[in-house]
Structures are given as structure tokens and as C-alpha cells.
């Protein structure tokens, strides 16, 4: 049984830090692609970042680009998204996803096998 664990949320003030990470098992994800998503209360869920399973290609939302990195630990088995200088409308849900769908591209909310279950993001002003 494949499960994608999240952790590293939390409370922080604007223009802080937080690096989420996102563990997998059951399922060896280094040649998987992977990606971010978060959903904040009464919104639909949006593509944060996406790495392909090599981690050479990267993608970011615009909202995010230039602040979020997402990465990979492949001895880990594990995903990251370092987020800096944070805002509060960064704050959500945050969900990692692997194992991506046939003829799905790497930002569709429904394009993904695996989702963790999510991690508690609040950035405060």
C-alpha cells in the first residue's frame, strides 16, 4: 500500500520560512513525478509545484514562483517544498502528490495516483 506522509506545517508570520515534506512508502517515487497542491477554505485545490521523476524539471505556479523550491531526497524516498517569504494568502492546505496519470500533465489537480493527506499551512500578517 502506497501512502504519502506530510509534515513541516505550521504557524509562521509573513515573510518567514517553512519547508514541507512529503514521505513516501510502499512505492519507490525517484522515477515518479511528483507535485504540491493546496486548498484553502472555500477554493478549489491549485498546483503549487511539480518536479519530473529525474527532479531536472521543475514547475511552479506564478503565485509561487521565485519563492517556493520544491526537491528531492531519493535516498529518502521523500519530497520537499522549501516555501520563503510567505504570505498570507499562502496559507492552505498543503498536499503532496505522486505517480502521475496517463496523459495528465503535471499541474492537474486530478492528475496524480498517490495524495498525502495533507499538512496545515497559516501564515499570519
Known amino acids: 500500500q502506497v501512502q504519502l506522509v506530510e509534515s513541516g506545517g505550521g504557524l509562521v508570520q509573513a515573510g518567514g520560512s517553512l519547508r514541507l515534506s512529503c514521505a513516501a512508502s510502499?512505492?519507490?517515487?525517484?522515477?515518479?513525478?511528483a507535485g504540491w497542491f493546496r486548498q484553502a477554505p472555500g477554493k478549489e485545490r491549485e498546483f503549487v509545484a511539480a518536479?519530473?521523476?529525474?527532479?531536472?524539471?521543475?514547475y511552479y505556479a506564478e503565485s509561487v514562483k521565485g519563492r517556493f523550491t520544491i526537491s528531492r531526497d531519493n535516498a529518502k524516498n521523500t519530497v520537499y517544498l522549501q516555501m520563503n517569504s510567505l504570505k498570507p494568502e499562502d496559507s492552505a492546505i498543503y498536499y503532496c502528490?505522486?505517480?502521475?496519470?496517463?496523459?495528465?500533465?503535471?499541474?492537474?489537480?486530478?492528475?496524480?495516483?498517490?495524495w498525502g493527506q495533507g499538512t496545515q499551512v497559516t501564515v499570519s500578517s
Open positions: 502528490a505522486a505517480l502521475l496519470r496517463l496523459r495528465k500533465g503535471v499541474t492537474a489537480t486530478d492528475g496524480y495516483h498517490y
Open positions: 510502499g512505492r519507490t517515487i525517484s522515477n515518479d513525478s
Open positions: 518536479s519530473r521523476g529525474s527532479g531536472a524539471t521543475t
